[in-house]
């Protein structure tokens, strides 16, 4: 029998889990008032998703186009996510972020500068102006490096290599700890807090072709799931239109964005720029509809209109898509991305150095001489945990949740950009609403020995069983289900199928076995994996059956087209009490009539309301 | 797709030896891919550090055929069809098992590094002004990823 008083028991007012840019934004804030933070990650500090991000931050700072707005950036993210997304956090999103990135800078990070000397920035898929503040095309590790800084000299104890198992709760349901597992030994310890930060990432590992590294499980998703707490939007994946295709051993990686917003574009096996052929409506009136229109964008026209490759994601991926199925896609399955001819060598290895490199060595292409291969890969979860959009805090009372693995901020579809100012901006926002709820606090709760002995008994049994099912090949099995199945376009029959082996993968996994000892074991740490990415391609799965229409992200063959009546509806899931997923459709609230508006208005009319507010202000 | 050999460290700082594989090796494979391969069809257990896979967390550092290199970034076309890989840590840090180590060092070493201090005549109301030519240095050391390959000496 397991005796829990040996069990260390480590104490923090607040304890976040993930150290990504949403994780340490929010303990450098939490930590900052006062209150005893900790933060436990699956790698060590650093190495956390954020690194690899590329293109850039999103604040309307008009450091190189003055007529950006916050109203301008809200507009932008609206229209992206398809107006779907949660009103007030895509408000608080572009008002705060400007200030965040501004205090990043303060606290070390090395922005590109304008010709004046200001943070410089760049066009990016379905921004109006240049607006992702950036270093070359590795922005993500100036991000993690400047808080991972930033962070130790405020005092943030971290715990490095720790794995989070489940949420421990208190009589009233509310989370007053976590169980957690040192991967070095296998030795378990019990986290009590006040409040908990969820900053856990999204879960793309379920897709066989995917930019997401191992730690993208959905762990967030499955530990919130089982503690109770609601989950919202998860059938809204992006697939971001340009991983590596080729070879077959990198299909996946990242090619970012950015080498469309410095001019890429995009052409399939007949030579032609297909993008100008898949314009939406809603973005016509301010889509260049010429080959000339959209060079003088680039030269700098103010009066031309955006490229159709800067599109948002969505629409991109979709198109490619399109291409490679009619037959003109390229050799290896996917479409022709071309900065070669738009921009000099040397432009090229200064403002995108690592994508340069990446093709040279891992497949020996030159992209300063020839074009890149891409395809749909992917990427990031619009959806997650359902949150408030004030205080981030969960419908579990003292979980708050932020960054990828909450939902509502970027609705149906992300813009590129969006997701590490939204890192800055709510992580800030549950550090500090974590804290003042932690303050309020008078004392920890206390721990359930029997949540705890059944956490660490899920957890060991894996390893102890005879035999059974080999984790690698289960997560094998589920990859190319959700690929095949729970892919870019979604039919009923294709999601009936791929539920059905989701819940046949899931019985397989009550027999999964873990070989050899507890130290060090991928084997085993793939095994947990799986449990939270099962639940998290149930999630999806289920709600993408659900919602009848295509919206963003979201493509349903056999309902195309945006339905009004989906407008009105955010899918939330949670854990029955039979224990089965429950899935409803959860009425949205009535949005701010003067977002509305904003969103709503024509381009010139918002850009001369802004004009005349700034003449008013001088 | 060839028969590939590889040899590689199994065991902790104490002890270990070197185990043997033989796996299948496609076009455009980098060691990690192999070691992954390895990991799911003969040694579950075994350990190797790695994240992004696309040479920027600096996380799969190790020494392949003596040599200090990201796993991930490392070509199996780079070394003859024939010829026996041998996959080991980096040799300057203690093991923690097979080829994860114990590099907690570099992060004692972080916290001594004093904070960054921007100078306040600097600041403008649209942040601090500097120019692309006085931070291009800056930016040339910012580009560390922490692999720790350099101290494998």
Not at chain 1, 251 to 271: A, F, K, Q
Not at chain 1, 280 to 304: I, N, S, V, Y
Request: charged share 25%; glycine share 10%; hydrophobic share 35%.
């Amino acid at each position: 029998m397991l005796d829990i008083s040996e069990i260390k028991t480590i104490e923090h007012d607040v304890l976040i889990v993930g150290a990504g840019g949403a994780g340490l934004s929010a303990a450098i804030e939490a930590s900052s008032r006062g209150v005893s933070t900790g933060i436990v990650m699956k790698s060590m500090l650093g190495k956390a998703h954020t690194v690899m991000a590329e293109g850039g931050m999103a604040a309307a700072l008009g450091n190189v186009d003055a007529r950006d707005h916050w109203k301008i950036h809200f507009r932008d993210t609206m229209r992206g996510g398809k107006f779907l997304n949660v009103w007030r956090m895509a408000e608080l999103h572009a008002t705060i972020a400007p200030e965040r990135v501004k205090l990043l800078e303060e606290w070390g990070a090395v922005f590109d500068r304008t010709k004046k000397g200001l943070i410089n920035q760049r066009n990016f898929g379905g921004h109006r102006y240049p607006r992702l503040a950036h270093v070359g095309d590795r922005t993500g590790l100036e991000m993690i490096r400047t808080l991972q800084d930033h962070g130790i000299h405020q005092g943030i104890e971290t715990y490095m290599e720790c794995t989070a198992l489940d949420l421990l709760t208190d009589e009233n349901g509310a989370a007053c700890g976590i169980v957690c597992m040192w991967r070095e030994t296998g030795n378990f310890v019990i986290f009590r807090a006040k409040s908990i930060v969820f900053a856990t990432g999204g879960g793309g590992r379920a897709w066989e072709v995917t930019s997401n590294s191992w730690e993208y499980t959905g762990d967030g998703y499955g530990m919130a799931y089982e503690a109770g707490a609601d989950l919202m939007d998860l059938e809204f994946n992006q697939f971001h239109p340009t991983g590596m295709v080729w070879p077959l051993s990198v299909r996946g990686i990242l090619v970012t964005e950015s080498v469309r917003g410095e001019g890429g574009i995009l052409l399939n096996n007949e030579g032609t720029r297909f993008m100008f052929n898949y314009v939406p409506d809603r973005f016509r009136a301010e889509t260049a509809d010429t080959k000339e229109e959209a060079a003088r964008w680039l030269a700098g026209d103010p009066d031309a209109r955006r490229p159709p490759e800067l599109l948002t994601r969505d629409v991109v991926a979709r198109a490619i898509n399109e291409e490679v199925k009619a037959g003109r896609g390229s050799p290896h399955g996917g479409a022709f991305l071309n900065i070669a001819t738009q921009r000099s060598a040397e432009d090229i290895k200064r403002k995108l150095p690592s994508m340069y490199h990446q093709f040279k060595v891992l497949a020996e292409l030159d992209i300063t001489k020839e074009p890149m291969e891409v395809g749909p890969t992917c990427h990031y979860f619009m959806g997650g945990i359902k949150v408030d959009a004030d205080t981030t805090m969960s419908s579990v009372p003292g979980l708050f949740a932020c960054g990828e693995c909450a939902a509502g901020m970027h609705g149906a579809n992300r813009l590129g950009g969006n997701s590490l100012s939204d890192l800055l901006v709510f992580g800030y926002l549950s550090g500090k609403n974590a804290a003042v709820y932690a303050q309020n606090m008078s004392s920890y709760a206390e721990v359930d020995p029997d949540q705890v002995t059944n956490i660490i008994r899920n957890t060991t049994s894996i390893l102890n069983r005879e035999s059974g099912a080999n984790p690698y090949n289960l997560h094998a099995e589920l990859e190319s289900n959700m690929q095949a199945n729970v892919g870019i376009i979604r039919t009923k029959s294709e999601l009936e199928s791929g539920i059905a082996q989701i819940e046949a993968l899931k019985k397989e996994y009550e027999t999964v076995k873990a070989k050899g000892a507890s130290q060090f074991n991928p084997g085993w740490h793939e095994a947990l994996a799986l449990r939270n990415l099962l639940i998290t391609s149930e999630a999806v799965a289920r709600a993408a059956l659900l919602r009848e229409e295509s919206r963003g992200a979201h493509t349903r063959a056999d309902f195309p087209g945006e339905q009004k009546e989906w407008l009105q509806y955010n899918i939330v899931i949670n854990k029955g009490n039979n224990g089965k997923m429950a899935l409803k459709k959860v009425e949205r609230f009535n949005p701010d009539p003067e977002l509305v508006r904003i969103a709503e208005s024509s381009i010139e009319d918002l850009e001369k309301e802004i004009v005349d507010e700034r003449k008013g202000d001088v | 797709m060839a028969k590939r050999k590889f040899r590689i460290y199994r065991g902790d700082n104490a002890k270990g030896e070197f185990a043997d594989y033989e796996t299948e090796v496609q076009e455009g494979m980098v060691v990690l891919d192999v070691i992954h391969r390895i990991q799911a069809e003969q040694a579950n257990d075994l350990a190797v550090r790695w994240n992004c896979k696309a040479g920027k967390c600096g996380s799969c550092s190790m020494e392949i055929n003596g040599k200090p290199k990201l796993a991930c970034m490392t070509r199996m076309n780079e070394y003859q069809e024939d010829q026996t890989i041998t996959v080991t840590t980096l040799k300057t840090f203690p093991v923690i098992k097979d080829l994860v180590t114990d590099v907690s060092w570099n992060y004692e070493q972080n916290k001594k590094i004093k904070p960054v201090k921007l100078h306040p005549q600097a600041k403008s109301d649209r942040g601090y002004v500097m120019y692309q030519e006085d931070v291009d240095r800056v930016q040339e050391f910012r580009k560390c990823i922490e692999c720790y390959l350099c101290q494998d000496i």
